[in-house]
Structure formats: structure tokens, C-alpha cells
């Protein structure tokens, strides 16, 4: 699967509280084609830009947002961590809109993860 990366941000652990920086990689905007600047992915962004992507005259506009939630030209997707604090496995979502890179909206703890071991065992 193509991805570009996204330069270190911090984000604030929801059970710990303690902030930490991270790199996350990404689907949105990434694919092996690309254009007269090289292929849509392997690269690095940073919050605010814009992604490398088709004009959207073109047919393949859409495909940018393929991988994730969606609604009209913006997309989020959960992008899954573990806090290097805590250990607890969280879920970022990273939030698109008409191609720029908008941000980390949203950071929750991983349900699948949530069974709170730790708590009783002490
Ligand atoms: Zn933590």
C-alpha cells in the first residue's frame, strides 16, 4: 500500500496525560502513480500542506480519499499508536480537507484495547 509520512507532531496521551512526538504514516493522498514531481508517496508533509495529487479535473481526483471516512472533499483517517508513556494502543485520527492536511482532530483510546488490566491487578 502506498503511503507518504507525516513530520513529527506531538500528541497528548488520553490516559496518561503525558505528550509525546510521533510520525505517523499515511494512505490518504498516496499512490504509486504521480505526476511530473515524481509519485504520490514516499513523501513528507507537514501539518497545513497540501498533498500531491491530481488537479481535480481530473477522473482519478476522488481516488484521494479512497481509504477512509468521508464526506465531501475531506477525509479522516484512524491512524493507530501506542503511547510510548503508557503502552496503551490509541487511535488518531488525522483530518483531510480538499487535499491540505489539516491536522490531528481526535485521539481515543483503542476499544479493542480497553479492558483495563493494570487497575486490578494492583
Ligand atoms: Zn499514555
Redesign the pocket.
Known amino acids: 500500500m502506498a503511503f507518504n509520512t507525516l513530520e513529527p507532531i506531538k500528541i497528548d496521551?488520553p490516559?496518561?496525560d503525558?505528550r509525546s512526538e510521533h510520525q505517523f504514516q499515511f494512505e490518504t493522498g498516496a499512490d504509486y502513480k504521480g505526476d511530473e514531481t515524481g509519485r504520490f508517496c514516499l513523501r513528507f508533509y507537514k501539518v497545513g500542506d497540501k498533498l500531491a495529487w491530481w488537479p481535480s479535473s481530473d477522473a482519478r481526483y476522488p481516488l484521494w480519499r479512497q481509504y477512509t471516512e468521508n464526506g465531501g472533499d475531506s477525509a479522516k483517517e484512524q491512524i493507530e499508536m501506542t503511547?510510548p508513556?503508557?503502552r496503551?494502543s490509541l487511535i488518531v485520527s488525522l483530518a483531510f480537507e480538499s487535499l491540505y492536511i489539516i491536522g490531528v482532530v481526535d485521539v481515543r483510546i483503542s476499544v479493542q484495547a480497553e479492558p483495563s488490566r493494570g487497575a486490578a491487578d494492583e
Open positions: 496521551c490516559v496518561c503525558i503511547c508513556n503508557c496503551s
